[in-house]
């Protein structure tokens, strides 16, 4: 209700009413004004007007994906297979995250081996960028790929992953994760000890090979013993 008060002749006296609809469909609403003259034409003292109410759009679909990793071993030796386990998961609130994509950056000096997915189409590899395309990640699951690369120099290492869907990612900055791993060089190669050659005291040849520098000195004594054996019996 409006007391409006005294309204000149020819004029208007305006009022703003706000409301907020609570429900889709179709709303009347009507309106009428009185005063204390007699209205000779009392028929348009009303008036009313229907509004469609439409139902409110969906919210806009939300899924915070996470990327985590880990590389083993670390540290791992120049020649030997490096691995990568990559793990994205969808922490919800949108069951399922489609279209979900793993971009993994592989560090300078390794040579890339494989790149296998939990799920999803197989991934590709493009110098140092593999791709993994995982499809769709239901809510509160992960997918996991695990990457084999191969270092070729010594030194430390970093790889990078990153993981993006089709819908709105309420917390972006878990969607890349990475890793340092230390590679250390290869040990020099052993070489074999040598074998003795030919002869020996006396001419005879001593009963024994080549074996570590520890166990020589016993041998050595140990033939010629052997050797004055048998000029013993011969004489």
């Not at 290869?186 to 074998?195: E, G, L, T």
């Not at 005291?201 to 520098?213: F, K, S």
Request: contains cysteine; negative net charge; charged residues 5%.
């Amino acid at each position: 209700t409006c007391n409006l008060g005294n309204v000149s002749a020819a004029t208007s006296a305006t009022i703003a009413i706000v409301v907020t609809p609570t429900q889709a469909g179709q709303i009347t609403n009507s309106a009428m004004a009185a005063g204390n003259e007699t209205d000779p034409t009392p028929c348009n003292n009303t008036t009313q007007v229907t509004t469609t109410v439409n139902a409110a759009p969906p919210p806009p679909a939300n899924a915070d994906l996470a990327v985590s990793k880990t590389a083993a071993p670390n540290p791992v030796v120049v020649g030997n297979n490096l691995t990568y386990t990559v793990n994205v998961t969808n922490n919800g609130p949108t069951d399922p995250a489609t279209g979900v994509t793993m971009t993994d950056t592989l560090p300078a000096g390794v040579t890339f081996v494989s790149a296998t997915p939990s799920q999803g189409a197989a991934c590709t590899q493009a110098g140092v960028t593999v791709t993994c395309n995982l499809g769709n990640v239901s809510a509160a699951t992960s997918a996991t790929i695990a990457i084999v690369v191969t270092p070729t120099q010594a030194g430390q290492i970093t790889n990078s992953a990153m993981a993006a869907g089709n819908e709105t990612d309420p917390t972006p900055a878990n969607n890349t994760a990475q890793v340092t791993t230390t590679v250390n060089a290869a040990p020099p190669p052993v070489n074999a000890p040598p074998v003795a050659s030919g002869g020996g005291l006396g001419g005879c040849t001593l009963g024994h090979t080549g074996r570590p520098d520890p166990v020589l000195p016993m041998l050595i004594l140990l033939s010629m013993l052997t050797l004055w054996r048998r000029k013993s019996e011969t004489s």
